[in-house]
């Protein structure tokens, strides 16, 4: 069973802002911290159900503008900067460290490139003992012409709150919603199939995270970046969108990688999905024993049981 708590955040250029921290615990006093990716929400309960078997009390976040936060007034997952998900963070963390000795974030995609840099921001300080990137959102997978015009973005024209004529692309989906022919089920008002609208000023403050991470950040915890095996750009989907990163390019998560800090582990998985943990069963099953090799032997000064 679930527990939800809601975070009233100071309201920002829209008005009234909350985050939701979800909880599932068992009395650890070892607690991992999931924060989702863009057009996201937590809806992974096996992920969750996971770190609880292996005696790992479950927290969630959902961040400002998306899923269980998103109040009527907000314009979805817009942020002028990844900064201002750092409030609701620091509060998440402070709830939880009150009760656990030990924390580890675990971020996919968006949540993978913010995660890092709040992980910076707060080094020295013994918050957090390790970060787990699932898929992050290190760079754009766009084409040249695209990446230039993104790094043109500046204010003002970064503040004009329209959506950029970027289209859609329902291919990741329709490869994971079990209407249409996926394995899993979530709330399609929440995670739509076609993703959100992009606004310049969030892809402007996207590029400016991204060009920060890349000139070196000094992450003081081990680091375990997970990607897929193999990148594959499709606007439809095909039969390979399920087995394949179709959102972003892994190539860029392995080449960046080492900016984060001085202890980072990356492993590439054959046959991944952008969201490993929702790839085919075979697969998630080597995920999820990637992560449990990698905890068991770089965070914590003893492993969970079963964390072997």
């Known amino acids: 069973m679930y527990e939800t708590t809601v975070l009233a ?26 924060i989702h990716g863009f057009t996201d929400y937590f809806f992974q309960d096996h992920l969750a159900d996971h770190y609880v078997g292996h005696g790992i009390d479950f927290y969630a976040l959902d961040l400002r503008k998306y899923g269980r936060s998103l109040l009527p007034h907000q314009t979805r997952g817009l942020v002028r900067s990844v900064t201002e998900y750092f409030p609701e963070i620091d509060e998440a963390v402070r709830l939880i460290r009150r009760d656990h000795d030990e924390l580890t974030i675990n971020a996919h ?28 959102f290190f760079d754009l997978n766009v084409s040249r012409p695209l990446r230039l015009a993104a790094d043109l973005l500046k204010t003002p024209l970064s503040y004009v709150l329209r959506p950029l004529p970027l289209g859609s692309s329902h291919a990741y989906g329709h490869s994971l919603h079990r209407d249409h022919g996926g394995e899993w089920h979530y709330d399609l008002e929440l995670k739509p199939l076609g993703g959100f609208p992009v606004h310049a000023t969030w892809l402007a403050a ?29 606007r439809d ?8 990163d179709i959102v972003l390019d892994p190539e860029h998560m392995a080449r960046w990688a080492t900016s984060l800090g001085p202890h980072v582990t990356c492993v590439r998985v054959d046959g991944g ?15 999820f024993a990637e992560l449990d090799r990698w905890m068991a032997t770089y965070v914590g000064s003893r492993p969970a049981a079963g964390l072997t």
């Open 9 to 34: 955040m100071p309201p920002d250029y829209e008005g009234e802002v909350v985050a939701t921290l979800i909880s599932k615990r068992t009395g650890s006093r070892r607690a991992v911290l999931y």
């Open 109 to 136: 995609s968006t949540g993978g490139l913010i995660a890092p840099l709040w992980a910076d921001r707060v080094r020295g300080r013994g918050l957090v003992q390790g970060l787990v990137l699932n898929s992050p």
């Open 206 to 234: 996207i590029r400016r995270a991204q060009r920060r991470l890349q000139c070196g950040l000094k992450v003081d915890v081990p680091v375990l970046v997970l990607a897929a095996g193999k990148g594959l750009r499709v």
């Open 237 to 244: 989907f095909v039969p390979e969108a399920r087995s394949a």
């Open 273 to 287: 999905v952008h969201d490993l943990v929702l790839s085919a069963e075979p697969v998630r099953k080597q995920v």
